[in-house]
T-cell receptor, first 115, second 108 residues
Framework: NAGVMQNPRHLVRRRGQEARLRCSPMKGHSHVYWYRQLPEEGLKFMVYLQKENIIDESGMPKERFSAEFPKEGPSILRIQQVVRGDSAAYFC?????????????FGQGTRLTVV | RKEVEQDPGPFNVPEGATVAFNCTYSNSASQSFFWYRQDCRKEPKLLMSVYSSGNEDGRFTAQLNRASQYISLLIRDSKLSDSATYLCVVNRDDKIIFGKGTRLHILP
């Protein structure tokens, strides 16, 4: 059973380009979370999705950022018109159900560098 | 005030010593509690869940005090391999909220 798979592991974009980050949850997991970690900072919640639904996007910046988790395929975090401040590690986690008592498993992250 | 606050680091501790991490959370609606470990440039991994009755896993002991909204982690007989950042994590309304983490360096 493969773990949470994120790709690409490293992504370099020029200012103004679009970044698309992918997350394939563990088999059987229908809940996905996205987090951003700035250098020397903790992980900041961005968005919580279930298949085809955004449950909580309270941590998402109001502009340029969007997320989806379609019925088929991976979850996508999309950043339009990237700026230098978007440079960070983006981690995805998945869990099999609502999480109060269950562990969330993390992918290895995508490190985005905006030049 | 941040929802989850941890001791500032780094902690530089000689091998074999006991290390204690403290964490407080501000929202009494928080439902479950965990300690995660994160190695440099890696993803966070669950170290242990934290229960009100306290729980132990080998050299690691975690405690939760709901009345004080306080969580602790104790590492006994620390090893070089314990060097990492330790993250206090609470779950509230299915949102997993991380503390900033405390960096631990075990010194040979």
């Amino acid at each position: 059973n493969a773990g949470v798979m994120q790709n690409p592991r490293h992504l370099v974009r020029r200012r103004g380009q679009e970044a698309r980050l992918r997350c394939s949850p563990m088999k059987g997991h229908s809940h996905v979370y996205w987090y951003r970690q700035l250098p020397e900072e903790g992980l900041k919640f961005m968005v919580y999705l279930q298949k085809e639904n955004i449950i909580d996007e309270s941590g998402m910046p109001k502009e340029r950022f969007s997320a989806e988790f379609p019925k088929e395929g991976p979850s996508i975090l999309r950043i339009q018109q990237v700026v230098r401040g978007d440079s960070a590690a983006y981690f995805c986690a998945s869990s099999p159900q609502r999480t109060p008592e269950t562990e969330a498993f993390f992918g290895q992250g995508t490190r985005l560098t905006v030049v | 005030r941040k929802e989850v606050e941890q001791d500032p680091g780094p902690f530089n501790v000689p091998e074999g010593a006991t290390v204690a991490f403290n964490c407080t959370y501000s929202n009494s609606a928080s439902q479950s509690f965990f300690w995660y470990r994160q190695d440099c440039r890696k993803e966070p991994k669950l170290l242990m869940s934290v229960y009100s009755s306290g729980n132990e896993d080998g050299r690691f002991t975690a405690q939760l005090n709901r009345a004080s909204q306080y969580i602790s982690l104790l590492i006994r007989d620390s090893k070089l391999s314990d060097s990492a950042t330790y993250l206090c994590v609470v779950n509230r309304d299915d949102k997993i909220i991380f503390g900033k983490g405390t960096r631990l360096h075990i010194l040979p």
